[in-house]
């Protein structure tokens, strides 16, 4: 308790114990190395998530529908270069967006980490489990997925926590693409 911050308490500040337990009660080198161990750690799973959601774009979204379906490795690395670093200044730009998210760290962890864990696995879901899911109904669905979390998240619509973020948009997600698929084969016939 003697190397609390005055005016602080347990209660209204348990966010900042372990930054301030590192600060303070640790020697100064090993703080120096915790925060630079921190440091890679973000970095390295940014890196690796860049990297594999450029390659996906690329491979999966700009590729297939091309005019021109040469291969050329350097220009697609090239283009996933150019793609990666997009991603990198979204995801820089988006960061500033959650010191406006609402709770403690526990509160604003569930409701950012949470949001496109569902929708993504309606994608998987759609394509692994329901026969003769089509692109376009199983992107309604992660699109649906994407809308419902983000209303629960930052909205809490119809009283729902943000605990619920996964459940709700993840039926939400898979209902939506199952009945546009539905839709989509009535349309066609």
Do not use: H
């Not at 995801?91 to 609402?102: A, F, M, Q």
């Not at 119809?158 to 619920?164: L, P, Q, R, S």
């Amino acid at each position: 308790m003697g190397m609390m911050a005055p005016g602080t308490s347990l209660s209204n500040d348990a966010d900042t114990l372990f930054p301030r337990f590192i600060l303070v009660g640790l020697p100064s080198g090993l703080t120096g190395l915790i925060a630079a161990a921190i440091m890679a750690a973000a970095m390295s799973s940014l890196s690796s998530g860049l990297n594999s959601s450029a390659t996906v774009i690329q491979e999966d979204l700009i590729k297939p529908y091309s005019k021109k379906r040469v291969k050329d490795v350097k220009k697609d690395l090239k283009t996933i270069k150019k793609i990666s670093a997009l991603l990198g200044l979204a995801v820089t730009c988006s960061c500033y967006l959650v010191s406006y998210v609402t709770g403690n760290l526990f509160d604003v962890v569930v409701k950012v980490v949470n949001l496109v864990v569902a929708p993504l696995f309606v994608l998987f879901f759609m394509a692994l489990f329901v026969k003769g899911a089509t692109d376009k109904g199983t992107i309604i669905g992660g699109l649906v997925s994407f809308a419902v979390a983000i209303a629960i998240s930052f909205f809490e619509i119809f009283g729902i926590k943000a605990v619920w973020i996964m459940p709700f948009a993840l039926i939400a997600g898979i209902a939506a693409g199952m009945l546009a698929d539905a839709l989509f084969r009535i349309c066609r016939k």
